[in-house]
């Protein structure tokens, strides 16, 4: 049985655009522009962690200079506000060697911006607490 899911072209481009801010703040992390990803995300940005979730602008830049990852996206996927990028991670920690992993992170973007991010170890976890699913891919995001 082939399931599919009608579109309009306008939940369509919500969907492209909120892909490409997602992308654009996993690019601007990459490359420790705190001033770029503060300029994606909404002045009430979440940032949730394995410790619970906290919100604004000085808990992002905090993040970006703790987290030492850099995220590659394999894959996409997207419904309006929702947004999971399958990724992989190599983290570089002062000291240690650098550890990598397959993961997914899942973003709420709104008016251009993210209000919100978290981390998964699991895609399937991720597209889970985003409420999306496979039928979510989007085309031409990443390698994968």
Not at 55 to 84: N, Q
Not at 101 to 109: K, Q
Not at 121 to 144: I, M, R, W
Request: one cysteine or more.
């Amino acid at each position: 049985m082939c399931i599919t899911t009608f579109r309009s072209a306008a939940e369509r481009a919500m969907d492209a655009t909120s892909m490409a801010v997602a992308q654009a703040w996993v690019d601007a992390a990459n490359a420790c522009d705190g001033d770029r990803l503060t300029a994606l995300s909404d002045p009430n940005v979440e940032i949730v962690g394995p410790r619970g979730s906290a919100r604004g602008p000085a808990v992002l830049r905090d993040w970006l200079g703790r987290a030492g990852v850099t995220l590659a996206t394999r894959c996409g996927f997207a419904r309006g506000e929702a947004v999971v990028l399958e990724q992989h991670g190599v983290w570089k920690t002062p000291g240690s060697l650098p550890g990598e992993a397959e993961v997914a992170s899942r973003f709420r973007v709104r008016n251009g911006r993210v209000v919100a991010y978290e981390r998964h170890d699991d895609l399937a976890e991720a597209l889970a607490a985003a409420g999306l699913t496979s039928l979510d891919k989007q085309p031409n995001v990443g390698g994968g």
